[in-house]
Structures are given as structure tokens and as C-alpha cells.
């Protein structure tokens, strides 16, 4: 395992808030210089412009919808383009619409479909020729939604699903070149999650009550730091998740 990742390049999606953007901290306060991807273009310049101030690496921020696979493409290339290489990439942009599959709409379907799993393969499609030369780690933002049934929000608890068969089963697939795959499962986390349609878990949950985006970061660099075995992957769940089950 690496001390830093000093000399290493960190490509993270969803990176404008919630756990993308503790991921750039916790990944630039070892070293890293860090491409910020999300939509949100004011947002990401702001993290940007903290994570040189406070850590002393390079960043450039890549505004870009995940659902966009040319826009995918030209972001990855910009990033090799300017920092010479990819160390890290780490899937995370996502979201969840709706409840009720009998009254979701097919807008709400195709966001949760679009971001969460076609923005996660064009985003891994990318990434990997340029992981594959640095033995890099690529890392996928999953959930506990994609490891039991979510009655609350089946169509997203099958995104994730999706995307934990395809991390699994691409790990077999470049695991002999070297590349190191984990996906990190977060239960409840206070970020701006669930605002598109009502309050945000940061607002729905007090502090103390379930995981800070931090931990979750913790973990995606714990991850990032191999450079021999694979985390297969990391649960983190807030400790009362089975009571009561
Ligand atoms: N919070 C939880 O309880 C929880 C639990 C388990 C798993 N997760 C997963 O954790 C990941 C991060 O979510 P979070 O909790 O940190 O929520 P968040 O604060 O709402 O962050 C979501 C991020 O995804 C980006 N994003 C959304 N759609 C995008 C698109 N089309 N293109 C590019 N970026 C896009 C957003 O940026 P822009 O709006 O600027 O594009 C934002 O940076 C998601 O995959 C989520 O499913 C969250």
C-alpha cells in the first residue's frame, strides 16, 4: 500500500458536493493533483481553488454531465492531456428520483438510469486504457441499495445493483493488468442526496445520526492507496442500519 499519492492524478466524478467533494480533499491532502467532474462549473472552481490553497497540488476542473458519453471522453482526454496521466478514477456522480415505480416517470427513470449506469460506463470506458498504464485504481460509489431490496426506491436500488455487477465483473475482467477495482457501499450519508425531490439528507439527518461524507472519502482513499491488492469492497454502514431488522 502507498504511503501518498504524491506524482498521482485523481479524476473525480460528482465532485461539486457530498461525498465527491470530500473525496478531492481527502485524496489531494495525500498528494494527489485532482480533475473535478460535475456540472456545477462555479462549485467545482470554488473546491478547486480551496484544494490548491490548502494542499498545495494541481486541479482542473472539468464541468460536464456524466450522461454525455462525448463529453465523458473529452474530459478524461483533457485530464491525461494536462496532467500526463490517470491514477485514480472514482465513479461517484449518481442520484435518486421518485419512490413508487407505479407513478415514476419516465424522466425520473431515465435520470436515475442515465447518470447511474450509463454515466458510470462511459465514465469507466474512459478511464480504463489510461488506468491500465499506471496500474491505477478505479473505484465506484455503490450503496447498501445495491446489496438488499429497497422497497422505498426500487429503479435506483437496481442502478446500484448494476453497478456492483459490473465493478465485480470487470474486476475479473483487468485484474491481470493490474488494475485495482473496489466498490465502496455507503448506507445514510449527509449530503445534498434525495434534494430533487425534497429535503437533502444533510437536512433530513442531524449531525451524530448517520455517515458524514467524510468517512465515506476515508474509505474511497484507503482504496486509492493500494498499489498491489484490491479492496473488493468497503461497506460502511451507520451502526444501528440492522436494528430492529
Ligand atoms: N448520501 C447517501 O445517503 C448515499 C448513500 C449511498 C450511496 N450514495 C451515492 O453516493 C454518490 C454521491 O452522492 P452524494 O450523497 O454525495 O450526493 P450529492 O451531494 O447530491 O452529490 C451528487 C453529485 O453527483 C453529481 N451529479 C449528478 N448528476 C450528474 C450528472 N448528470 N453529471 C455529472 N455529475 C452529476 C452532482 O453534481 P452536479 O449537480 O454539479 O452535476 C454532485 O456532485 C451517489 O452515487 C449516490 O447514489 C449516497
Known amino acids: 500500500m502507498r504511503e501518498n499519492l504524491d506524482d498521482a492524478v485523481a479524476l473525480v466524478t460528482g465532485a461539486s458536493s457530498g461525498i465527491g467533494e470530500e473525496t478531492t480533499r481527502a485524496l489531494a491532502a495525500v498528494g494527489a493533483d485532482i480533475a473535478l467532474l460535475a456540472r456545477r462549473e462555479g462549485r467545482l472552481s470554488n473546491i478547486a481553488s480551496d484544494l490548491e490553497a490548502d494542499f498545495g497540488v494541481e486541479t482542473l476542473v472539468l464541468p460536464t454531465d456524466v450522461r454525455d458519453e462525448d463529453a465523458v471522453e473529452s474530459a478524461v482526454e483533457s485530464a491525461v492531456d494536462t496532467f500526463g496521466r490517470l491514477d485514480v478514477v472514482v465513479n461517484n456522480a449518481g442520484l435518486a428520483r421518485g419512490s413508487d415505480v407505479?407513478?415514476?416517470t419516465t424522466d425520473e427513470y431515465r435520470q436515475m438510469m442515465d447518470t447511474n449506469v450509463d454515466g458510470v460506463f462511459y465514465v469507466s470506458r474512459a478511464a480504463l486504457p489510461h488506468l491500465r498504464e499506471t496500474t491505477g485504481n478505479?473505484?465506484?460509489?455503490?450503496?447498501f441499495a445495491g446489496q438488499y431490496p429497497r422497497p422505498a426506491n426500487p429503479v435506483y436500488a437496481a442502478s446500484k445493483w448494476w453497478v456492483r455487477g459490473f465493478a465485480h465483473s470487470l474486476e475479473g475482467q483487468v485484474g491481470d493488468a493490474g488494475i485495482g477495482i473496489t466498490v465502496v457501499n455507503p448506507t445514510e450519508v449527509r449530503t445534498e442526496f434525495g434534494s430533487e425531490d425534497g429535503d437533502s439528507f444533510e437536512v433530513r439527518f442531524e449531525s451524530g445520526e448517520v455517515t458524514e461524507p467524510?468517512?465515506?472519502?476515508?474509505?474511497?482513499r484507503f482504496a486509492a492507496l493500494q498499489d498491489d491488492s484490491t479492496v473488493s469492497e468497503l461497506d460502511l454502514y451507520r451502526r444501528d442500519k440492522f436494528s430492529g431488522w
Open 102 to 104: 407505479a407513478s415514476l
Open 138 to 143: 478505479l473505484i465506484f460509489v455503490g450503496s
Open 214 to 220: 467524510e468517512e465515506i472519502a476515508n474509505a474511497i
